[in-house]
């Protein structure tokens, strides 16, 4: 499974999301139960775990992808604090819950299919669907916990609906674009049980001459070893 310029937007903007600068008062050092669902090859958790001091526990379903997942994990300097679980997230029940949760969930519902039936899973909600997803954030996350959500455009609106109806309140919401030229293709969203007034914000990757944009470099230039 590829590793997604997308994906590691939304990694970077979560771990920016939560830092002190950005949200007064806070303090990663409080994220001590940290949850990734889907985390594919571990990517998400890769990123989280140089922001933050508590465990990682990463949810995977598809076994070559989870097995990944594990072997960047024992070779990271972080394996200590990082745990895969190869499993069906419906079927994952910890005693603990969870100060924050992430997701880059399989989502292409409408899309066409590929004729490859892993591929199909990680990128389609044919194992996990959104209504599910939220399902599942809000019976594993602590009172004060904070969950983000990485979605398409043509699904925002009906995502902000489940997260409302679960008693949930949008605090950011990141819409992005691939150039000023096109059109929106992902939703970012942050929320938490908490009461706030949403936050807004636009990010393109790529200027005109497909050089990578002030705002997309600032969020990746800790990760991207060229940036």
Same mark, same amino acid.
């Given at each position: 499974?590829?590793?997604?310029?997308?994906?590691?937007?939304?990694?970077?903007?979560?771990?920016?999301?939560?830092?002190?600068?950005?949200?007064?008062?806070?303090?990663?050092?409080?994220?001590?139960?940290?949850?990734?669902?889907?985390?594919?090859?571990?990517?998400?958790?890769?990123?989280?775990?140089?922001?933050?001091?508590?465990?990682?526990?990463?949810?995977?379903?598809?076994?070559?992808?989870?097995?990944?997942?594990?072997?960047?994990?024992?070779?990271?300097?972080?394996?200590?604090?990082?745990?895969?679980?190869?499993?069906?997230?419906?079927?994952? &029940?910890?005693? =603990?819950?969870?100060?924050?949760?992430? /997701?880059?969930?399989?989502? $292409?519902? *409408?899309? %066409?299919?590929?004729?490859?039936?892993?591929?199909?899973?990680?990128?389609?909600?044919?194992?996990?669907?959104?209504?599910?997803?939220?399902?599942?954030?809000?019976?594993?996350?602590?009172?004060?916990?904070?969950?983000?959500?990485?979605?398409?455009?043509?699904?925002?609106?009906?995502?902000?609906?489940?997260?409302?109806?679960?008693?949930?309140? &949008?605090?950011? =919401?990141?819409?992005?674009?691939?150039? /000023?030229?096109?059109?929106? $293709?992902? *939703?970012? %969203?942050?929320?938490?049980?908490?009461?706030?007034?949403?936050?807004?914000?636009?990010?393109?990757?790529?200027?005109?001459?497909?050089?990578?944009?002030?705002?997309?470099?600032?969020?990746?230039?800790?990760?991207?070893?060229?940036?």
């Amino acid at each position: 499974m590829k590793v997604c310029t997308d994906a590691c937007l939304f990694g970077a903007w979560v771990a920016d999301m939560i830092s002190p600068e950005k949200s007064p008062g806070s303090n990663t050092s409080k994220f001590q139960n940290i949850l990734d669902i889907g985390t594919g090859t571990g990517l998400l958790s890769l990123m989280l775990a140089q922001q933050t001091t508590g465990d990682i526990d990463a949810i995977e379903l598809n076994p070559d992808a989870a097995m990944q997942a594990r072997e960047n994990f024992a070779v990271s300097p972080w394996a200590a604090r990082l745990h895969i679980f190869q499993t069906n997230v419906l079927d994952f &029940l910890p005693e =603990k819950k969870y100060q924050l949760i992430i /997701s880059n969930p399989p989502f $292409f519902e *409408s899309d %066409l299919h590929s004729g490859d039936a892993a591929k199909n899973a990680a990128k389609h909600d044919t194992t996990l669907t959104l209504d599910q997803l939220v399902k599942i954030i809000s019976n594993n996350i602590s009172d004060s916990g904070i969950a983000a959500i990485l979605v398409p455009w043509q699904r925002t609106v009906y995502e902000e609906e489940l997260i409302a109806a679960a008693g949930f309140h &949008l605090h950011q =919401k990141a819409r992005v674009r691939q150039t /000023s030229a096109h059109g929106y $293709f992902r *939703s970012m %969203l942050l929320f938490s049980k908490r009461e706030a007034k949403v936050k807004n914000q636009d990010i393109v990757i790529h200027d005109a001459e497909r050089k990578y944009t002030a705002e997309f470099t600032a969020l990746l230039k800790g990760y991207y070893l060229y940036l």
